[in-house]
C-alpha cells in the first residue's frame, strides 16, 4: 500500500508572558459532609479556642470622645491613577466581620451605588446603613454625606446588590424601636438612585425572636430574585443560614421584598441551615445568564485532643443551586486540606507552605457570563501538632497569602503572597484583630475580554501607628489569563502615615469591595472600589486604637493602569501527599501496619510514624518481587520503610518486581505518575544462571526523562524467557518517597492505528480459521472513539496461502445476518481483490467508513466458492487474539498453521487539548507547559515559532511528552524573541510529520 497521511488534531496556545487563558471545564463533584446539629449553637455547647473576635454592633461607648483627624489627604491620589469621589464619613470603622461582601454596585446606565455602615457619633449610641448614588456624568454623589436607609433607631454591617436596570437592593440587620434583638432585613429603592427603600425582613426562624440572624450578604438572582446569607450570633461553631424572596413592584416602583419558604419540615421556615462556620464567612453570588447561586464559606476545624472549633482553621466550601434557589447540590470542600502536615521538619512560614496552610475566614465571590464561579480567598499557615503532638505554631502571625480557585479548571493561583519575615525592628508584629498581612480579597471582571481583577488590603512593613498596628493601602491585582497567573498587586491608594503615628494621623485605607464588572465610561474601562480611610491604625472595636472619623471613598480605576506583569511568584496551595509508617485496627479487629498518608492514617484513627519507620517495611522490600507476568502493568508503593539492598544503581532504599516475558519486548518504563517528587532511579539486573537475584548482573539505570525532572521515564528491551529484577530506588541514601511504576509496550511508530477486533470468528460462530483456497471468516471491532475506517488488514499465522482470485471484503455497521454475503437493508462497503504470500496484505477500501466512538463493526472476507457450502481446516477454542507488532505479530497467540488475522485501518479523532497552563518555573529561565489530557492519546508533540503563524512541522518540533504537561527548558534565555507555541495530541501509530491545521497561535517570550 502507499504511504498514507494521518491526520494529528493539534491546538494552538495563544500566550502572553503571563500565561494562557484556560478553557472551562466541568464543574467539581459535589461531596456530602456531615453538616454542624444545629442543636450545638448555643454560647455554651463548645469551648473555643483561638477564636476570631466579632462584634454585632450593639455595643455602645457614651464616654469616648473622637480624635479629630489631623491628617491630610489629596483630593487626588497620589500618582492620578483613578478618579476619587468623597461619599461620606464614619466613626464606626469596623464595616464587616471576617468577609467584607459587597458593598458597591454599578448599572447598565454607568450609575454608581455603594453602601456602608456609618457611626453618627463616636460612642455608636447611632449607627445607621447608608446608601449614597452616583451618577458620574454630574461629577459626585447625590447625597451630601448619604442617606440612611431604613428608619430603626440601630442598623449595619450592610452589604448591597444592584440589578443592572438600576435598582439597589441592600442587607444589613437591624434593631427597631419595638424589638431590641437585631435581625437580618432587605430592602428595595423605591426608585433607581432615590435613596428610600423599603425594608422587609425574613420571618423569625422557628418564631423565636430570641434567635438572632444577623450579618447578611445579598445577591440578585434572574427574575429579580433576592438571595441571603446570614449567620447566627450564637454558638461555636456558628450555624448559618439561606433565605429567598422575589423583589415586588406596586405602581412602577419598588415596595419590598417577599420573602417565602425555604424549608418545610419540621415546620414551613423562611430560614435554611446551610452548614456552621467558626466566623462571620458566609458569601452570596448569582449568575448573569442562568439560575445558577453559589454559597461560598468557611468550615473550621476541631482540635483533635479536645473537639473545641477552631475558628481560624478552615477548609473553603461551596454550595451550588442551578433552578434560583429552590434546590440545592450538597456542600462541596474545595481546598480539601489533609490535616496538619507533620513530615515538615522545620515549622518555618516559608520551608512548610502547601497542606501547611489553611482557609482563613475571609472570601469573595462571582459567576461570570460563562457560568464559571471565581473564588478569591485568604490562607494562613498552619502548624499545629508535630509526630508528638506538641503544639508548635498557630496563625497568631500575620503571614497570609491570597489564593485564587474557580469551577472551570478546579486549580489554585496564588494573587498574593505575604510569607516572609514580618518581625520588624521598631514594628508592628500583628496585623490587628480580623486582618493578615495581607487579606480582605474582591474580585471583578471584564465579560467583553474574561480579565480578573482582585483588590486586597496590605499591611505597610514601614508604616505604623503609635500603638504598634500597621496601616496598610489597597492592592489590585490583574489576571490575564483566567486566573492561571496574576500580576504582583499595584498600590492604588498610596498613602504614607509614617510610623509611630499618633490617633488622628494615620493614613490606613481598609474595608475594600470591588463591584463585579469592569465598565466602559467614555471610551475607557474602568474597575470601581470602594474603600474607608482610616485615621488610627487598628479597630477601636476590638480595643486596638482611638476612635476616629473616616471618610468613605469611591475611586474609578482605569483598568489598563493595572499591570499584567511581573506575576506572582508560583506557589502551591497543597502539598503532595507523604507517605509513611502507620498503625491502625481495621474493620476485623486486626491490628494493621501500613503505608499511609498522615491524612488516612488520621482518618483511620491510626498512629502515624513519619517516613523512615522500619514498623511497616513492604513487602517487596527483599528480592525476588512479585512476578509481572503480563503488560501492562501498574503498582504503587512507597520506599521509605524499605531496606538498602543494592547500591550499583543508585544509594538508595529499593522495592523489587521480577518480570518474565514469553516475547522479546520493548517496554516504557515510567514513575511520572509518581504522586511525590524525589530523585528516583530504576535498576534493572538479570537473574543469575541458578535464576537468583545478583546485583553483580545489573543490565540498565534507568534515570529522569519526565516533566519532574528527578523521576524516571525511559525504554528498555526484555528478551524472552529471560529472568529480570526490576527495582525501584533513589538516587542518595535520603532519596525516598511514594512512587506509582507503569510498564506497558512501547509502540511503533511505523504500523497505522486500529482498533482491537474482541473476537475473530466464522460465519459458524467458532474461531477463524483459513483454508489455502477458500476464505469464510469475519471480524467484530470496537471503535475506542470516532474512527474512520480506510483499509482491511488480512493476514495468515504462517504466511502460506493465498487469494489468488478475487476475494470480496465487507464492511458492516451493524451485525451481519449469519452465512450471508450481504444482508438486505444493511449498511456495508464492498472491496474484491487478492493477495499473494505475503504477512500481512493492506487493503485500501473504496469508500470510508465512519464508525462512532463505542460502536461495533464487523468485517467480513470471502472467497469466490461454488455453491454455498465451505469448510474450514482449523477451528480451535483455544486460539487467542492478536495485535500488530515491529514484526507484524507479538502477544501470547497460540499460533497455528494457515490461521487467519484481520485488522482495521484508519483514523481515530483525536480529541483537542484543552484547559492549557503555561507558566514560567520559579526561579529558572524555563517555561512549562500544561493541557488537559485527551483520550486515546498516546504523546503529545510540542512546537515552537517566532511567528504567529506556527506549524506542526518537523521542523518546528521542539519534544514530546508521553503525558500532558512538558518543559521548556532555557526558553527565556532565547534572544529577546517572541515565540509562539503549538501543541498536538498523537498516538504512537502516526507519524510525527502528520500534516496538522491549528486554529491559533499566541506568544511567549522575552519581546512580548
Known amino acids: 500500500m502507499s504511504a498514507r497521511k494521518w491526520l494529528v488534531l493539534a491546538i494552538a496556545l495563544v500566550i502572553s508572558s503571563v500565561g494562557l487563558y484556560a478553557a472551562d471545564k466541568s464543574n467539581v463533584t459535589p461531596l456530602p ?3 454542624e446539629d444545629v442543636s450545638l449553637h448555643s454560647p455554651e455547647s463548645i469551648a473555643q479556642t483561638h477564636a476570631l473576635q466579632i462584634v454585632d454592633g450593639s455595643e455602645e461607648y457614651p464616654n469616648v470622645q473622637a480624635i479629630e483627624s489631623r491628617s491630610q489627604f489629596p483630593s487626588s491620589l497620589d ?9 461620606g464619613t464614619t466613626y464606626y470603622e469596623l464595616q464587616h466581620n471576617a468577609t467584607e461582601g459587597r458593598t458597591i454596585g454599578v448599572d447598565d446606565a454607568g450609575n454608581v451605588h455603594v453602601v456602608w455602615t456609618n457611626g453618627l457619633d463616636a460612642g455608636f449610641s447611632e449607627r445607621k446603613a447608608y446608601y449614597n448614588w452616583l451618577d458620574p456624568t454630574a461629577g459626585g454623589f447625590s447625597f451630601p454625606g448619604g442617606v440612611s436607609i431604613s428608619l430603626s433607631p440601630r442598623q449595619g454591617f450592610v452589604s448591597l446588590a444592584v440589578e443592572r436596570n438600576g435598582w439597589a437592593f441592600p442587607a444589613f440587620h437591624e434593631r427597631s424601636a419595638l424589638d431590641p434583638t437585631q435581625h437580618a432585613s432587605g430592602g428595595i429603592d423605591s426608585q433607581p438612585g432615590l435613596g428610600t427603600f423599603s425594608i422587609t425582613q425574613p420571618a423569625w426562624l422557628n418564631g423565636d425572636p430570641n434567635n438572632q440572624l444577623i450579618w447578611p450578604k445579598i445577591a440578585i438572582g434572574r427574575d429579580s430574585v433576592v438571595h441571603m446569607v446570614s449567620t447566627s450570633s450564637t454558638g461555636s461553631p456558628q450555624a448559618f443560614f439561606y433565605s429567598r424572596g422575589v423583589a415586588q413592584w406596586s405602581g412602577g416602583n419598588g415596595s419590598g421584598i417577599t420573602w417565602q419558604n425555604v424549608v418545610t419540615v419540621p415546620q414551613p421556615e423562611q430560614f435554611r441551615l446551610v452548614d456552621s462556620t467558626g466566623s462571620v464567612t458566609p458569601n ?4 448573569p445568564i442562568t439560575g445558577r447561586v453559589v454559597i461560598v464559606w468557611s468550615r473550621p476545624a476541631r482540635d483533635p485532643q479536645t473537639g473545641s472549633v477552631l475558628s481560624e482553621v478552615n477548609d473553603l466550601y461551596i454550595e451550588v443551586s442551578e433552578d434560583n434557589g429552590l434546590n440545592w447540590g450538597a456542600p462541596t470542600n474545595v481546598t480539601d486540606f489533609c ?7 522545620s515549622y518555618d512560614f516559608e520551608g512548610c507552605n502547601g497542606d501547611t496552610l489553611r482557609a482563613w475566614v475571609d472570601n469573595s465571590v462571582l459567576i461570570d457570563n460563562t457560568n464559571t464561579i471565581h473564588i478569591a480567598f485568604t490562607a494562613v499557615s498552619y502548624h499545629y501538632r508535630d509526630p508528638l503532638g506538641t503544639v508548635v505554631n498557630f496563625t497568631d502571625n500575620p503571614r497570609a497569602g491570597i489564593w485564587y480557585w ?19 525592628p521598631g514594628g508592628w508584629t500583628t496585623a490587628g484583630s480580623q486582618y493578615r498581612a495581607v487579606c480582605k480579597p474582591s474580585l471583578a471582571i471584564d465579560d467583553a475580554t474574561g480579565k480578573l481583577y482582585c483588590s486586597y488590603w496590605r499591611a505597610m512593613p514601614d508604616q505604623w501607628s503609635a500603638n504598634m498596628y500597621p496601616m496598610g493601602d489597597i492592592f489590585v491585582s490583574k489576571s490575564s489569563d483566567g486566573g492561571a497567573s496574576w500580576s504582583a498587586g499595584r498600590n492604588v491608594t498610596n498613602s504614607n502615615g509614617g510610623q ?7 493614613l490606613s485605607e481598609r474595608d475594600p469591595a470591588l463591584a463585579e464588572r469592569v465598565t466602559t465610561r467614555e471610551g475607557i474601562k474602568y474597575l470601581h472600589l470602594l474603600y474607608q480611610l482610616d485615621h488610627e491604625a487598628g479597630s477601636f472595636n476590638f480595643g486596638e486604637g482611638d476612635v476616629t472619623q473616616n471618610e468613605i471613598f469611591y475611586n474609578a480605576i482605569p483598568a489598563d493602569s493595572i499591570p499584567a506583569s511581573p506575576t506572582v511568584p508560583w506557589s502551591s496551595l497543597h502539598a503532595a501527599p507523604v507517605t509513611g509508617a502507620c498503625c491502625y485496627t481495621n474493620e476485623f479487629n486486626q491490628s494493621v501496619c501500613e503505608q499511609k498518608s498522615f491524612c488516612e492514617c488520621e482518618a483511620l484513627g491510626g498512629q502515624y510514624y513519619g517516613t523512615g519507620s522500619s514498623l511497616c517495611t513492604p513487602a517487596n522490600d ?9 503488560l501492562p502493568f501498574t503498582a504503587e508503593g512507597n520506599t521509605c520503610c524499605a531496606n538498602p539492598d543494592y547500591a550499583t544503581c543508585g544509594l538508595g532504599k529499593d522495592v523489587f518486581y521480577n518480570i518474565n516475558l514469553a516475547c522479546t519486548t520493548t517496554v516504557r518504563i515510567s514513575l511520572c505518575n509518581s504522586p511525590q517528587s524525589w530523585d528516583s532511579r530504576v535498576a534493572i539486573y538479570r537473574a543469575d544462571p541458578n535464576g537468583n537475584c545478583s546485583e553483580n548482573y545489573l543490565v540498565g539505570c534507568l534515570d529522569n526523562g519526565c516533566v519532574n525532572p528527578n523521576h524516571v521515564n525511559q525504554i528498555f528491551t526484555f528478551d524472552a524467557n529471560v529472568i529480570y529484577i526490576v527495582a525501584v530506588t533513589g538516587s542518595s541514601a535520603e532519596d525516598c518517597g511514594s512512587f506509582v511504576l507503569d510498564i ?3 509502540q511503533s511508530l511505523l504500523y497505522p492505528t486500529y482498533p482491537q477486533a474482541d473476537t475473530l470468528v466464522v460465519d459458524n460462530g467458532v474461531v477463524a480459521a483459513y483454508y489455502i483456497s477458500q476464505v469464510w471468516l469475519r471480524a467484530r471491532f470496537t471503535a475506542p472513539m470516532d474512527f474512520d475506517l480506510r483499509s482491511v488488514y488480512v493476514n495468515t499465522a504462517d504466511g502460506l496461502g493465498n487469494c489468488a482470485e478475487q476475494c470480496s471484503v465487507y464492511v458492516y455497521t451493524t451485525a451481519p445476518v449469519p452465512n450471508g454475503e450481504v444482508a438486505a437493508g444493511r449498511s456495508f462497503v464492498e472491496k474484491s481483490t487478492g493477495w499473494g504470500d505475503l504477512k500481512w496484505t493492506d487493503i485500501l477500501l473504496d469508500d470510508t467508513v465512519h464508525v462512532p466512538g463505542g460502536s461495533d463493526f464487523w468485517v467480513a472476507v470471502f472467497s469466490p466458492i461454488p455453491g454455498s457450502s465451505w469448510k474450514t481446516i482449523l477451528s480451535s477454542a483455544n486460539t487467542g487474539r492478536t495485535e500488530a507488532a515491529l514484526d507484524g505479530l507479538y502477544g501470547t497467540y497460540d499460533v497455528s498453521a494457515y490461521e487467519a488475522f484481520i485488522r482495521a485501518g484508519g483514523e481515530l479523532h483525536l480529541g483537542t487539548p484543552d484547559s492549557l497552563v503555561i507558566r514560567r518555573d520559579d526561579y529558572t529561565h524555563d517555561i512549562r507547559l500544561n493541557w488537559g489530557a485527551v483520550p486515546g492519546a498516546d504523546f503529545y508533540n510540542v512546537y515552537r515559532t517566532t511567528t504567529p503563524d506556527v506549524q506542526p512541522l518537523p521542523a518546528n518540533l521542539i519534544g514530546t511528552s508521553p503525558i500532558n504537561s512538558y518543559v521548556d527548558n532555557n526558553a527565556l534565555l532565547l534572544p529577546g524573541e517572541n515565540y509562539f507555541y503549538a501543541v498536538t495530541a498523537a498516538q504512537s501509530a502516526v507519524l510525527l510529520n502528520a500534516a496538522a491545521n491549528p486554529s491559533k497561535s499566541h506568544k511567549f517570550g522575552n519581546g512580548d
Do not use: K, M
Not at 527483599?622 to 503480563?630: A, R, V
Open 500 to 506: 509611630y503615628a499618633i490617633a488622628g494621623t494615620s
Open 33 to 35: 459532609i456531615q453538616r
Open 744 to 746: 506497558e509496550v512501547e
Open 339 to 345: 490535616g496538619p502536615d507533620p513530615v515538615c521538619q
Open 406 to 424: 474557580n469551577s472551570g479548571t478546579d486549580a489554585f493561583s496564588p494573587v498574593a503572597l505575604e510569607f516572609g519575615d514580618i518581625s520588624l
Open 284 to 287: 452570596i453570588a448569582t449568575s
Open 622 to 630: 527483599l528480592c525476588p518481587g512479585p512476578t509481572i507476568s503480563s
Open 79 to 87: 500618582d492620578t491613577l483613578g478618579l476619587l469621589y468623597y461619599a
